[in-house]
Every structure is written in structure tokens, then in C-alpha cells.
């Protein structure tokens, strides 16, 4: 008897806080900017802003938009990136292998 397994079994989707944090970092790491600048710029706190890069914070829509904006992003484009970025992630979600 056939036998249907999925494809990624162990693979867990990432947190949307978690490629949100990674889409603000890559783009802060491109310009190349230091947190604490660009911290400064969108009214958090060096600190918090690390905490929502790494994923460890749920950040409100209004801070969201105020690192976005202090990165020349508009919340189009992040959560653009993040989708994509989630898309990457775990590419078939749902597709599963027919083992006979």
C-alpha cells in the first residue's frame, strides 16, 4: 500500500516577528548603518530594536512602520520581503511525496 510522506516533516515555518527582524536587519546591514543610528532615527531604543531584529519581540504596526521608515521601506516593502523571504523558507508548503 501506498504510503504518502510529507516533504518537510521537520521543518517548522519561521515566525513572521522572526523574518520581519531579518528582513529590518539585512536592509539596516546594507546601507550600512549602525543600530544605535538607525535606532535614533525611528524613536526606539537601540535595544529594542535589537530585540524586534533577532525576532524576540512583537512589535506594534506603529514600530514597525517607524524602523521601515527610518530604512526608506515602506511597510509594502517589508512585508514584501518578509513574504518573500517566508516563501524561501518553506518553498511547498503542504506538498507531499507519494512513496509506493
Known sequence: ???????????PEPLW???AGDVLRRTRHERGERLADTAERSGVSPQYLSE?????KEPSSEMLAAVAGALDLSL???AS???DDLRE?????GALL???
Open 1 to 11: 500500500m501506498a504510503e504518502i510522506i510529507p516533504l518537510h516533516p521537520s521543518r
Open 17 to 19: 516577528r522572526e523574518a
Open 52 to 56: 524586534m531584529e533577532r525576532g524576540l
Open 76 to 78: 509594502i516593502d517589508l
Open 81 to 83: 520581503a518578509v513574504a
Open 89 to 93: 523558507a518553506v518553498p511547498t508548503r
Open 98 to 100: 507519494l512513496a509506493a
